[in-house]
């Protein structure tokens, strides 16, 4: 069993800048393929970056250029670093860790980012 707790939403200017941090208990984030995903207002939950255990990473077309995906281990922690925010952008972020194959698949609680000026 994980747990994840997600920090570092808030409100944000257009073109400004925020780190969403999740944070693990209970397991070892290392092997997990982790990633984040947002649901905005009025849409379904979209996938937004992944990291598999071996370290490469995917991105949404949307956020590719602007945010950076990234963990650290010795933290138990993954982060999502976002950059040129746009209006578009606003929704909460949810944190995931899974392992497919042996069913294992872990929501945060989301953190809000809203993106207005």
């Known amino acids: 069993q994980v747990q994840l707790v997600e920090s570092g939403g808030g409100l944000v200017q257009p073109g400004g800048s925020l780190r969403l941090s999740c944070a693990a208990s209970?397991?070892?984030?290392?092997?997990?393929?982790v990633g984040w995903y947002r649901q905005g207002p009025g849409k379904q939950r979209e996938f937004v970056a992944a990291?598999?255990?071996?370290?490469?990473?995917n991105y949404a077309d949307s956020v590719k250029g602007r945010f950076t995906i990234s963990r650290d281990n010795a933290k138990n922690t993954v982060y999502l670093q976002m950059n040129s925010l746009k209006p578009e952008d606003t929704a909460v972020y949810y944190c995931?860790?899974?392992?497919?194959?042996?069913?294992?698949?872990?929501w945060g609680q989301g953190t809000q980012v809203t993106v207005s000026s």
């Open positions: 995931n860790a899974r392992i497919l194959a042996l069913g294992y698949d872990y």
């Open positions: 209970g397991s070892i984030l290392s092997i997990y393929t």
């Open positions: 990291m598999p255990r071996g370290g490469s990473t």
